[in-house]
T-cell receptor, first 117, second 113 residues
């Protein structure tokens, strides 16, 4: 079974600070990797995804993530955060299954990010 | 394009009752997945339906069930409700294929008293 670990449950930063949220997963095979964000009062939205190819992926709103296979990691980064980035961030993984599709997403516990103006 | 819609948005039930939640996927999406979100356990996968068949299932008791209709709309049912079933139930839809990106609905907030 897969598992996902997010290292920081709560992070507080000032505007313009750089951000890195850690994510490690446990699974021996091919995986798809995702970062989702949940803004206050809104539903989960996809920030970025990795299926294959370039391990550095860029997402919406200036976010990027790097897949390091040897470390089973998929850390999220943003060079300069804004107050509007205050939200809950979830790392997730699933694995392709035979016949098409993929199994259900396994989520980390989430990181609550607060950006102070 | 309209997003994933879920009804009702809020629901209050008492222990022992059963409940049915509904999800309409994005037009053209044939896969529908359900998740439970609680403060303690976080987001947990319940099951996935594709072409009216349950294709994947998470680690939940048999009281949790679902179905999918020919128009890809899906319902999930929880029987004999327990206090611990209080949660936000999220539905997500996706296109078919291994590279599936799941789009989430706003959820149904279920409170069991």
């Amino acid at each position: 079974a897969q598992s996902v670990s997010q290292h920081n449950h709560h992070v507080i930063l000032s505007e313009a600070a750089s951000l890195e949220l850690g994510c490690n997963y446990s699974y021996g095979g091919t995986v798809n990797l995702f970062w989702y964000v949940q803004y206050p009062g809104q539903h989960l939205q996809l920030l970025l995804k990795y299926f294959s190819g370039d391990p550095l992926v860029k997402g919406i709103k200036g976010f990027e993530a790097e897949f390091i296979k040897s470390k089973f990691s998929f850390n999220l980064r943003k060079p300069s955060v804004q107050w509007s980035d205050t939200a809950e961030y979830f790392c997730a993984v699933n694995a392709p299954i035979s016949g098409g599709g993929a199994d259900g997403l396994t989520f980390g516990k989430g990181t609550h990010l607060i950006i102070q103006p | 394009k309209a997003g994933v819609t879920q009804t009702p948005r809020y629901l209050i039930k008492t222990r022992g009752q059963q409940v049915t939640l509904s999800c309409s996927p994005i037009s053209g999406h044939r896969s529908v997945s359900w998740y439970q979100q609680t403060p303690g356990q976080g987001l947990q996968f319940l099951f996935e339906y594709f072409s009216e068949t349950q294709r994947n299932k998470g680690n939940f008791p048999g009281r949790f069930s679902g179905r999918q209709f020919s128009n890809s709309r899906s319902e999930m049912n929880v029987s004999t409700l327990e206090l611990g079933d209080s949660a936000l139930y999220l539905c997500a839809s996706s296109l078919v294929g291994a590279y599936n990106e799941q789009f989430f609905g706003p959820g149904t907030r279920l409170t069991v008293l």
